[in-house]
């Protein structure tokens, strides 16, 4: 069925951490890894407003097979890595979403997966937590909480392991990809510099409260959410920003292992290179990535 359009607006301020971020500059501007990490893994479980918000956080291990499965509390690669929050779907969870997790750690990257209480498998699918913001939320707790680990003074494992010199990154898919639009509208956080929203819907006016690069990413056949109200929710925001169409797919074939799920991976680790470590050779590749299978590239990068 398709979700209508959101208009509430709501506060969805950022807190905690928030001294972490710093403003972008291009003298900063550095080359993202090359190498494939080998991955590991930690939970947590922490809680906002009585939710519990238990969350794997994925990251580019000092040692292991790359491409092969995280290793549970692997120590940390050498280095600091950005930070990008990854949103499940309804009925999904961190590992149903491997295909997307795994190579974003894998390139660099350290990734929080919260699994939410009330969309998660075997929930009771409550959409209305999307609607309401809950989940939007629950993300921003989450950052608030990750960020804390990379602190310095903090005795983590992750201590000093976090740049945010150029924010933070958030994406998702369906519902998750409606939570990661409402942080950018809203329930906005300020943290969030670049965002992957796969297959949402608008869930409301950009407050000019938060200053992203957004990708967008959708089937123009989708029978969940509606190609149209990704389109809106498009052309409300701001640039940087593009939108990367699938023809004749549906929901989620380009998530998952489709015809064109590799240029769905090429392209959003470089949205991510480009946005999170400003690598500008990854950002001049993103017309080449998102190239081939019918899909439509549209882009205003500047």
């Known amino acids: 069925m398709p979700m209508p359009r959101r208009t509430l607006l709501g506060l969805g301020a950022a807190v905690g951490a928030a001294a972490l971020i710093g403003p972008a500059s291009p ?26 918000l238990v969350t794997r956080i994925f990251y580019p291990a000092a040692s292991g097979i790359p491409g092969g499965d995280p290793v549970p509390d692997a120590p940390v690669a050498d280095g600091r890595f950005p930070v990008v929050e990854w949103s499940h779907g309804l009925g999904g969870n961190p590992e149903s979403y491997g295909t997307h997790i795994r190579p974003l750690a894998a390139a660099g990257f350290i990734v929080p997966a919260p699994v939410f209480p009330t969309t998660t498998t075997g929930s009771e699918g ?13 993300v921003s707790e989450v950052l608030t909480q990750t ?13 000093d392991r976090m740049d945010t010199t150029f924010g933070v990154g958030a994406a998702g898919h369906s519902l998750g990809g409606m939570t990661t639009h409402g942080l950018l509208t809203a329930w906005p956080d300020e943290r969030i510099t670049t965002a992957i929203p796969y297959a949402c819907v608008d869930m409301g006016d950009p407050t000019g409260a938060v200053n992203a690069k957004t990708l967008f990413v959708h089937g123009d ?13 498009y052309a409300e925001l701001p640039a940087p920003k593009a939108f990367m169409t699938h023809t ?23 949205w991510m290179r480009w946005g999170l470590y400003g690598d500008t050779t990854a950002r001049d590749r993103l017309a080449s990535d998102a190239s081939g299978g019918g899909i439509v590239w549209e882009a205003a990068l500047n």
């Open 221 to 233: 056949q989708d029978p969940i959410c509606d190609y149209g109200l990704a389109r809106q929710a």
């Open 126 to 138: 409550n959409v209305g937590d999307v609607y309401n913001g809950n989940q939007s939320k629950d």
């Open 147 to 159: 960020l804390a680990l990379g602190a310095s003074g903090s005795c983590d494992a992750f201590e």
């Open 248 to 270: 004749g797919q549906g929901h989620d074939e380009f998530i998952w292992n489709g015809p064109t799920y590799d240029q769905t991976v090429a392209t959003s680790l470089d």
């Open 27 to 52: 003298v900063l501007a550095q080359t993202a890894p090359t190498q494939t990490f080998p991955l590991g893994v930690r939970q947590f479980t922490w809680n906002r407003d009585g939710r519990t």
